[in-house]
């Protein structure tokens, strides 16, 4: 299974490119956030996405769909493991960034995802019921590029790791929200309860 690929933009279509890795050109469909965040790239320019890879018997012509961040690849794997939401009606429904998705799905905001195309009530209250309490860590997704990860003590090096590994935050951003949630709940003494106190600061 193809779960990452990292090379050099070949061609640009309406809903997808195609990027070039070692000699061979793999066509990669990309959700409506994804291709506009990639407007800014020429033909040519490196390009890493993470790919979520399909084949079965019924299909056997491998789907290849890319993402920017991890996590936004996690949840579409979770979108599409909820009754009656296959792997391209969630790509035609991402239009909105993952982490306005995730709110309205925290949030019980039915209006909110009937806005999605082809999400109707049904569908809508369908990922509420099969989602809801499991996009904390989504809600907190920027997608933009990531830089490394220095060494740090403790329980906060996981939560960094998440902020900046798979949320897409750079690694000052990630520390100045750890430092606002000490700053609000200084007995914090696990990465789950910092992660927790990060969340509720970006949502307020």
Do not use: C, W
């Not at 000699?23 to 033909?43: Q, R």
């Not at 019980?108 to 569908?123: K, M």
């Not at 910092?194 to 600061?201: M, Q």
């Amino acid at each position: 299974m193809i779960g990452y690929l990292e090379g050099t933009l070949l061609q640009r279509y309406e809903d997808r490119i195609l990027l070039l890795v070692n000699a061979v050109g793999y066509e990669v469909l990309l959700p409506t956030g994804v291709i506009a965040d990639l407007a800014g790239k020429a033909l040519g320019d490196p390009l890493s996405l993470y790919i979520y890879h399909q084949q079965t018997e019924r299909q056997p012509k491998p789907l290849l769909i890319g993402f920017q961040v991890e996590a936004e690849k996690e949840f579409f794997q979770m979108l599409i493991s909820v009754a009656d939401v296959g792997p391209m009606k969630a790509l035609r429904a991402m239009t909105m960034p993952v982490r306005d998705i995730a709110r309205a799905i925290e949030n019980r905001d039915v209006s909110t995802l009937q806005r999605l195309p082809g999400i109707g009530t049904r569908t809508a209250h369908k990922i509420i019921a099969s989602l809801e309490g499991k996009m904390g860590k989504f809600t907190l997704i920027r997608p933009q590029d990531s830089s490394a990860v220095p060494a740090a003590a403790d329980f906060v090096q996981p939560v960094i790791e998440v902020l900046v590994s798979q949320l897409g935050y750079k690694t000052v951003e990630a520390r100045r929200m750890i430092d606002e949630a000490f700053q609000r709940n200084p007995a914090i003494d696990t990465p789950e309860a910092l992660f927790e106190e990060v969340y509720r600061g970006e949502v307020r």
